[in-house]
């Protein structure tokens, strides 16, 4: 620990008590390994600030100083943007202990969450009060507000309620000077400049830290329905998306599967089975929701859609959950699809889109051009088709080193990857965000107005660089004189 990082260390445990300091190695090390694993930080200590006054006298004590600090929720970040930098030059700032639920108003249709406030408590919480909160992922039970809101995650729900960005009506947030941006009110039209609410929703800590945020509810589910389908190719789901959504609007997800990456999960995941008889090159799972009684009941519809698909031919075969357990079992298919490949070997791992129209022919070129240029991988696209987003995985060959594939093949992997994405007009990161593992490529595929406006936002806001360091962006070297 550096003497400014002990100093500021020993304020904070003065002024606020030693819950908000903690420096045993030991309570330290789990929160400096990304989630996957793949990068590993050190951090001399986590200080934990239970209030967003805190926040604010910490932050500003850590600017005087000029010491680094990591904002930190669940630590679920998939691209390594909550990992501390490994020479120990940041303290990790831990928004876990502000997980209070501050408001939650079923007329308004709005909650107030702090920061820390877990994913599935605030679900759990809407629930009660007769609404939800439409957006729902894997790291539900552990993922934070904040770093939702930080890292503008996305999920299961996109389709019908996009990112966090379309769910964030207001944001409360401390600056890189200590200064406390209250945003929180949920204005249908504020035109004063700016929207720093915007500006803060997936900036992964590296402007402001947020400390709560007012979100967007809808009513609780009064039914659903969950079908799985069978059928040929992904341009043929398209195609049934469409047909779906052109007569009707309770279509809430519609997650796309090739049929090998089905064969991991009945292989790898235990108490799995296939919810169809005949195995199929792709399938679709879809999740019909109504949120009042008397519209018509999902699965009555679903089975008409359905019915009218496999009579023309669109799909090869379709089931409908007949119960909550079946749906949650084909639920599980889906939400296991990254364990059974973890279980079966390295592999690289890509979230992108590309335009939705163009996502069919993208999944299967771009499988083929991978498996080509990179002879014994097996290439795969599963996901949220209907927002052109897919997780896009190019697996090992059989038998490979895993450490040392990924050392010798990542890298090569991922730029060959990114660039079909880029040539087809898409985006190297849908709902990830950038962290540390994409800064590179973020910088080389991106066009120089764009990265000279991060790096100018960057610089306004926190010049010496102290909220979250190496993520997202760097700033520039400062000019010597000659």
């Known amino acids: 620990m550096t003497p400014d990082q002990s100093r500021l260390v020993e304020t904070i445990r003065e002024r606020f008590g030693d819950k908000a300091v903690t420096t045993d190695p030991n309570d330290i090390a789990p929160w400096t390994t990304d989630w996957r694993g793949r990068f590993h930080g050190h951090a001399p200590a986590i200080l934990s600030p239970a209030s967003t006054d805190q926040v604010a006298a910490i932050v500003a004590l850590a600017a005087q100083s000029r010491v680094a600090l990591v904002p930190q929720g669940g630590n679920t970040s998939m691209v390594g943007g909550a990992t501390p930098p490994a020479d120990g030059s940041a303290l990790i700032l831990s928004l876990r202990r502000m997980n209070r639920i501050r408001a939650l108003s079923a007329p308004d249709m709005l909650a107030m969450a ?60 401390v600056l890189p000077d200590g200064s406390i941006h209250d945003g929180l009110s949920a204005l249908r039209k504020d035109n004063r400049g700016y929207d720093l609410n915007q500006l803060l929703i997936g900036a992964e800590g590296t402007l402001g830290v947020v400390t709560a945020a007012s979100l967007k509810l809808v009513p609780a589910i009064a039914a659903r329905a969950v079908a799985w389908v069978g059928l040929e190719s992904p341009s043929a789901a398209l195609d049934l998306l469409r047909a779906m959504e052109a007569r009707t609007r309770t279509i809430e997800s519609f997650e796309i599967i090739p049929g090998d990456s089905l064969a991991l999960v009945l292989g790898h995941i ?134 040392g594939w990924y050392a010798d093949q990542a890298s090569e992997i991922t730029r060959f990857v990114h660039d079909l994405v880029v040539a087809a007009g898409g985006s190297i990161s849908a709902e990830h965000g950038i962290g540390q593992m994409k800064r590179a490529e973020l910088e080389r595929l991106s066009p120089p107005a764009r990265m000279a406006a991060l790096r100018a936002i960057k610089a306004a806001l926190d010049p010496d660089g102290i909220f979250n360091p190496g993520k997202l962006v760097t700033l520039a070297p400062a000019r010597t004189a000659p």
């Open 270 to 403: 235990p108490d799995t089975r296939a919810p169809l008889a005949d195995p199929h090159r792709w399938h679709v799972l879809i999740e019909a929701v109504v949120g009042d009684s008397g519209e018509e009941p999902p699965a009555t519809l679903l089975e008409r859609l359905l019915a009218d698909a496999l009579e023309s031919g669109l799909v090869q075969d379709a089931v409908i959950a007949a119960s909550e357990a079946q749906a949650e079992a084909f639920w599980r298919l889906r939400d296991s699809l990254s364990e059974a490949e973890r279980s079966a070997g390295p592999a690289v791992q890509h979230d992108i889109s590309v335009p939705v129209a163009d996502m069919p022919r993208f999944m299967i070129d771009a499988a083929h051009a991978a498996e080509q240029r990179f002879p014994g991988t097996h290439a795969t696209a599963f996901g949220h088709l209907g927002d052109g987003n897919v997780h896009f995985h190019v697996r090992a060959p059989a038998g490979a080193d895993p450490d």
């Open 114 to 173: 702090e920061a820390g406030v877990i994913l599935a408590d605030l679900h759990a919480a809407a629930l009660e009060q007769g609404r939800r909160f439409p957006l729902t992922l894997g790291a539900r039970g552990s993922a934070t507000i904040g770093g939702l809101v930080s890292t503008n995650a996305g999920g299961t729900q996109g389709l019908r309620f996009g990112t966090m960005r379309s769910l964030v009506a207001g944001v409360e947030a």
